[in-house]
């Protein structure tokens, strides 16, 4: 059964999804600010266990709808591997796992909001899952830049990109295991994204491009990111 939904560009829909997670992270970001180190903590740990929760939740609702399927299911996705990773993050963060949150991660969940594509079907809590986790993934990295103080280090970029092709080496594997297409690298997304050129396997070219070009931004960017005032 095929029950991928893309959300129209400039649709009420993707308009209310983008502005709510905005707001969402503006006043989670200024509230973390203001309050005591100890609230802020569970704060943290509370931000940590929803988004963990939203992947067992977003199984549990596709297996009682009777589609679930190893190769569709496992949060092996860009933006899956990394809402659980900035969930795990907001309990224990270490330097590499900020960097590539930063740099990568931030990168695709930002996409995947202004190109949205839901795998499993467009109903209303599907639509809310889906934000809190690519807005989870957007939150996380500014999180913890701006609220914890963390900084993205000389060269990270290199080391983030490395790891990218890594990621993509073990995803592709696992794909051929399952006849799956995992980060999309076996079967183009059926979203209107101009930076989807051609394809398959031109796109992966044009992904790698483009993806180490928004890696060099994001690292230039966080690099000149100012301690707050508070």
């Known amino acids: 059964m095929n029950l991928i939904a893309d959300i ?5 829909t993707w308009f209310v999804g983008i502005i709510a997670v905005i707001v969402a992270i503006i006043l989670i970001i200024q509230f973390a600010i203001r309050v005591p180190p ?6 943290s740990i509370t931000l940590g ?13 596709i297996f009682n709808l009777g589609i679930w399927e190893l190769k569709t299911a496992l949060p092996l996705h860009l933006c899956g591997i990394s809402a659980i990773f900035a969930g795990l993050m907001l309990f224990k963060t270490y330097q590499k796992g900020f960097e590539f ?3 990568i991660s ?4 930002m996409h995947a909001i202004l190109t949205p594509q839901l795998n499993h079907g467009a109903s209303l809590a599907q639509l809310i899952e889906y934000y809190i986790g690519h807005g989870g993934v957007i939150l996380v990295p500014i999180y913890l830049a701006i609220v914890d103080g963390y900084r993205v280090k000389k ?8 790891h990218c092709q890594l990621l993509l080496i073990f995803i592709g594997m696992i794909n051929l295991i399952l006849d799956a297409n995992y980060m999309y690298l076996c079967e183009t997304p059926i979203v209107n994204n101009p930076l989807i050129i051609g394809l398959w396997p031109w796109y992966i070219i044009g992904f790698e491009i483009f993806g180490l070009v928004h890696i060099l931004f994001f690292y230039f960017l966080f690099r000149r990111l100012k301690p707050l005032p508070y």
């Open 155 to 162: 060269n990270a970029w290199r080391d983030v990109f490395i």
């Open 106 to 109: 931030l990168t695709g969940a």
């Open 49 to 61: 266990i929803i988004l963990i929760l939203r992947e067992l939740w977003k199984n549990w609702y």
């Open 101 to 103: 949150l930063a740099l």
């Open 38 to 43: 100890d609230t802020r903590r569970i704060l």
């Open 8 to 12: 129209a560009p400039f649709s009420i």
